[in-house]
């Protein structure tokens, strides 16, 4: 299934993601957002939704280095 998610989808499932998180589904949102960043491995909004989960878990270590990742990926936003 996830092959078949074009750039146009990305959005809706970020979207999705983001809702997850909000419910508190914290390891769905990781166990989504790792082949969703296969697929899309400049997506900086995908590495700050990983990175947010891993705050929530407390594993500021993780966290961070997602975040490093989307600064590199885009250092001028």
Known sequence: MLEKI???DLKQNIDRLCDFL???ETKKVLQEVTPLLEKFPTSIALYNVKGLSYSHLKRFD???KCYK???RLNPDT
Request: proline share 0%; glycine share 8%; aromatic share 0%.
């Open 6 to 8: 074009s750039s146009a």
């Open 22 to 24: 909000q419910e508190g």
């Open 62 to 64: 993780e966290a961070i």
């Open 69 to 71: 990742k989307a600064i």
